[in-house]
């Protein structure tokens, strides 16, 4: 079929065009990328100060007339979110995870996997919608737990995916070791299983963190954003709060040039936070696979 | 049972557990997980309830086909809401996204599957993951400032300028040349979603086993005839699932695009002027909408684009689940 | 299809007739004492039987292998004496299991309790993977909320000593169970089961994944542990049986063709399936 009619120096030609085009092309596509991150560590560092690390922004005027101005409220305020989105989002996602790989029999799981995917599936920006209406309205005001919600939903159904596929990968005859003398199931998922999947539970944990980290879209209209430091701690729970991504938004969206120039920094601590998560979620993927 | 040997020490056997350790804590523990579990459920299930609860207001109003077919939407005066704007431009921006991204994506994950010695291929992996890390705002910064001045600096005015000597019937058609547009934000999400179709097409192409290539070999196939004959067609069921979870991102999509759409609610759009999608006006006005029908028309266009992702994944798991290759992977 | 049909032409007689010999328990044959028992036991999968009517006593200080080609069912029948079945709903046992008279299957038997009483030894060596061989070897304590330092000391180098692997890591008590060697991870599955102090000891195939010497130490210690449990061990090596055991089943299709004390099996098999099986005609 392949010694066909094309002569063999066509068909060798043939296949060194191909190779030149995919070459290309891999390239064609990988510069513009790579001019996006190099723009954003660029302008990104030019636009870092001290200031911008210890005050927060105040007024557009206060940038304006060059006071010291800063997203230390932001940063702040993006561990206290996060952090409460991680505080949801685990024990949900992993109790799902457990009840996918432990009762695979279980009449629920069939009707979880379809819903966890969907869930999985569905833009962040509804996530967003749905905290607003379950977390916002009862509330009535914006509030840093809502955009803890918020992000919590983005982050449940990967957990709930990883946790499942990392304690599968633990032969089921380790768990029948755990019963055979004489241990009740949860002691030995707990405490044969878990600790066993434990690298791969941490990596999807760190996978599931850094997607929700980057996500401004759900955060915008729960916890809306705020350009001054909360006058005490729990502000930031029970008010609006500022929150990197969704702050980086509102600077670019401004119509001030010093806001612009903020928004770069806050563009590059962003990335640097996301890609730290990112790597160390495949350092750990190697150590385990090494 | 009086005759059996009694052994030396039984001690160990006749401890006794507590309730925690024969059969309580079983029941607490499934019970827990099945909770946890039932939780995500109701999470998804709740997703569309509240989203057409709180958009029904609008569909009342407007009808349900009505709201999706009508084409004004006008916050201010008339307080009339259609839909049709935004379903419009979400499904041109994100279907034209794929088209540009699909045969570039296929090339690099073609390259990273068969030809790249190791350590480029894994470089490029590395770059490749990295660039799907970044978040969309960080995207949008980057297109707002550096890459809309650039297309209306070095395409669109000069299009612009020429259509308008030569051919002035095609001044409305290519629109406003003022960079923050439909082709901006469209290869903006092109940009942004390569990384995605290229690594699931490249999972797709390394699954495909290996006497598939080797019988192509043998037949004295070169690379390239290997790659065409044996490689893609065994691994397009899940390089297809691919871009259409790439599809369904790109309808999702949400700041980058709110960012450089430029942002106009209402028909005529154009090829270079401002439009809108269905999340970016969520976003521009969520904060902002005062009234109750605008409230409940924005939440009635967060169920129309729950149900248009919920199809695209439906269809993206069924070619899965149909030709089973990269299995339930997340990206 | 010979053979299936002889199955089906004998598969009555030697069923009843060991069923009779067990529970009479005298007939001056078997004059020893019975720990365990099935009765009429049947574990289907689906609509697959896996287990068919198997009526089997298992002696205490005795041991019983169960032979059979793969598929014959021999490691089923052994997983439902320990309720290993309760995890998947796929399987369903029915008949009765009674260790020392009480049925494992009835309503209100916890199958915790259960196991607690009867240890199994799988085919691959399992030690847990995070643990150090001590915590390994007292996992069936520890992990049930006995905590008592002393105790657990005691009882880990008991167990180690039985197993016969004490001399050999009594040095090393907290390194990681999964650097020991193929054949002492399967004695320390050995000791961890010992470790609870059961009645019965079930094995599954457990030299299976050893090599040559490993494997004699395994039986020798098998030899050793019959003098203090009722030991049910189930092996594709007829060889073995005949080496370790004191009673043999032999399983085919699912079905108990014949049980008998091991000499007379190995010699004078009154069934003509056992009797080809034992000569290596089929298997």
């Given at each position: 079929m392949i010694q066909g009619t094309k002569s063999i120096n066509r068909r060798r030609i043939n296949d060194r065009i191909m190779f030149g085009l995919l070459v290309l092309s891999t390239v064609v596509v990988m510069t513009p990328l790579l001019i996006i991150i190099g723009y954003v560590v660029i302008n990104g560092f030019n636009a870092l100060s001290i200031d911008f690390f210890t005050q927060e922004l105040g007024s557009p005027a206060r940038a304006m007339q060059g006071r010291p101005t800063g997203l230390m409220h932001t940063m702040l305020g993006t561990i206290v979110v996060d952090f409460m989105a991680l505080i949801i989002a685990v024990p949900i996602g992993i109790g799902a995870g457990i009840m996918l790989s432990e009762y695979p029999d279980h009449k629920l799981n069939p009707v979880l996997r379809i819903m966890n995917d969907t869930l999985n599936g569905m833009p962040a920006i509804l996530k967003g919608m749905l905290a607003f209406v379950l977390v916002v309205k009862p509330m009535g005001t914006f509030s840093g737990l809502a955009g803890g919600v918020a992000l919590a939903f983005v982050m449940i159904p990967i957990v709930a995916r990883t946790t499942e596929s990392a304690l599968m990968a633990i032969p089921w005859a380790i768990r029948e070791a755990g019963l055979a003398i004489g241990l009740p199931r949860w002691r030995v998922v707990l405490s044969t299983v878990m600790p066993a999947a434990k690298t791969g539970l941490v990596t999807g944990v760190l996978i599931a963190f850094a997607r929700a980290a980057g996500e401004a879209a759900p955060l915008v209209f729960t916890s809306f954003g705020n350009n001054y430091m909360p006058r005490n701690w729990t502000g930031m729970i029970w008010g609006p709060v500022d929150t990197l991504p969704q702050r980086l938004y509102s600077l670019a969206i401004s119509p001030y040039k010093e806001w612009h120039t903020m928004g770069w920094a806050a563009g590059i601590v962003l990335l640097t936070f996301v890609i730290i998560l990112f790597v160390a979620a495949r350092l750990l993927t190697r150590k385990k696979n090494s | 049972m009086d005759n059996k040997n009694q052994k030396a020490s039984r001690n160990i056997s006749s401890i006794p557990l507590k309730a925690i350790y024969r059969w309580l804590g079983d029941r607490i523990f499934l019970v827990v997980a099945f909770f946890l579990g039932l939780s995500i459920i109701l999470l998804a299930l709740g997703m569309a309830l509240v989203l057409y609860q709180e958009g029904s207001l609008s569909f009342k109003e407007f009808g349900f086909f009505g709201f999706m077919r009508g084409s004004t939407w006008d916050p201010g005066v008339t307080l009339t809401f259609g839909a049709?704007?935004?379903?419009?431009?979400?499904?041109?921006?994100?279907?034209?996204?794929?088209?540009?991204?699909?045969?570039?994506?296929?090339?690099?994950?073609?390259?990273?599957?068969?030809?790249?010695?190791?350590?480029?291929?894994?470089?490029?992996?590395?770059?490749?993951?990295?660039?799907?890390?970044?978040?969309?705002?960080?995207?949008?910064?980057?297109?707002?400032?550096?890459?809309?001045?650039?297309?209306?600096?070095?395409?669109?005015?000069?299009?612009?300028?020429?259509?308008?000597?030569?051919?002035?019937?095609?001044?409305?058609?290519?629109?406003?040349?003022?960079?923050?547009?439909?082709?901006?934000?469209?290869?903006?999400?092109?940009?942004?979603i390569i990384p995605f179709i290229t690594a699931l097409a490249k999972d797709a192409m390394r699954q495909v086993p290996k006497e598939q290539r080797e019988a192509a070999y043998g037949l004295g196939a070169t690379r390239w005839e290997v790659i065409r004959m044996a490689v893609i067609p065994y691994a397009r069921g899940g390089i297809m699932a691919g871009a259409i979870l790439a599809l369904g991102r790109a309808i999702g999509e949400t700041m980058a695009v709110a960012m450089l759409i430029g942002n106009k609610n209402t028909f005529p759009f154009s090829i270079f002027g401002p439009a809108a999608t269905m999340p970016s006006v969520i976003i521009n006005e969520f904060r902002e909408a005062v009234g109750n029908l605008h409230l409940s028309s924005l939440m009635a266009i967060g169920f129309i684009l729950f149900i248009i992702s919920l199809a695209v994944n439906l269809l993206a798991a069924y070619i899965t689940r149909k030709i089973s290759i990269t299995g339930g992977k997340i990206l | 299809m010979n053979f299936i049909t002889n199955i089906k032409k004998n598969k009555k007689e030697p069923t009843e007739k060991t069923s009779t010999s067990a529970i009479a328990g005298g007939e001056g044959v078997h004059p020893h004492d019975v720990r365990m028992e099935t009765k009429n036991l049947s574990v289907m999968y689906g609509k697959t039987v896996g287990v068919k009517n198997v009526s089997l006593p298992v002696y205490n200080e005795k041991v019983t292998a169960f032979i059979g080609p793969s598929g014959c069912g021999k490691t089923t029948f052994l997983r439902a004496l320990n309720r290993m079945h309760d995890l998947t709903r796929e399987a369903v046992v029915t008949g009765?299991?009674?260790?020392?008279?009480?049925?494992?299957?009835?309503?209100?038997?916890?199958?915790?309790?259960?196991?607690?009483?009867?240890?199994?030894?799988?085919?691959?060596?399992?030690?847990?993977?995070?643990?150090?061989?001590?915590?390994?070897?007292?996992?069936?304590?520890?992990?049930?909320?006995?905590?008592?330092?002393?105790?657990?000391?005691?009882?880990?180098?008991?167990?180690?000593q039985q197993a016969a692997l004490w001399n050999e890591v009594k040095d090393r008590l907290n390194t990681p169970g999964g650097s020991l060697s193929g054949g002492q991870q399967q004695r320390l599955s050995i000791a961890r089961a010992l470790a609870i102090e059961p009645e019965v000891l079930l094995m599954d195939e457990p030299t299976s994944s050893l090599d040559p010497l490993s494997s004699a130490k395994i039986e020798e210690l098998i030899h050793d542990l019959k003098t203090k449990y009722a030991i049910a061990i189930v092996t594709h090596n007829m060889q073995q049986a005949a080496r370790v055991s004191d009673y043999t089943a032999f399983f085919y299709v699912g079905n108990l063709v014949e049980f008998d004390e091991t000499k007379k099996i190995f010699t004078n098999p009154s069934n003509e399936q056992t009797e080809n099986y034992i000569s290596g005609k089929f298997g």
């Open positions: - | 049709l704007p935004f379903i419009f431009g979400t499904v041109v921006t994100s279907v034209f996204a794929l088209a540009i991204a699909f045969f570039p994506a296929l090339a690099i994950a073609i390259f990273l599957a068969e030809y790249a010695p190791r350590w480029i291929g894994g470089v490029i992996e590395n770059l490749v993951n990295l660039i799907a890390a970044i978040p969309s705002v960080v995207v949008g910064i980057w297109g707002i400032f550096v890459f809309a001045p650039w297309m209306r600096e070095k395409v669109y005015m000069p299009l612009w300028s020429w259509s308008s000597e030569n051919a002035p019937a095609l001044e409305p058609i290519l629109g406003n040349p003022i960079g923050y547009g439909m082709t901006t934000a469209t290869i903006i999400l092109a940009l942004m | 009765e299991v009674l260790l020392d008279g009480l049925d494992i299957y009835a309503p209100k038997v916890n199958p915790v309790t259960i196991r607690r009483k009867i240890g199994m030894v799988f085919q691959k060596p399992t030690p847990f993977p995070t643990m150090s061989i001590y915590n390994n070897v007292v996992a069936g304590l520890k992990l049930v909320g006995i905590r008592d330092r002393k105790l657990l000391d005691e009882v880990c180098e008991k167990a180690l």
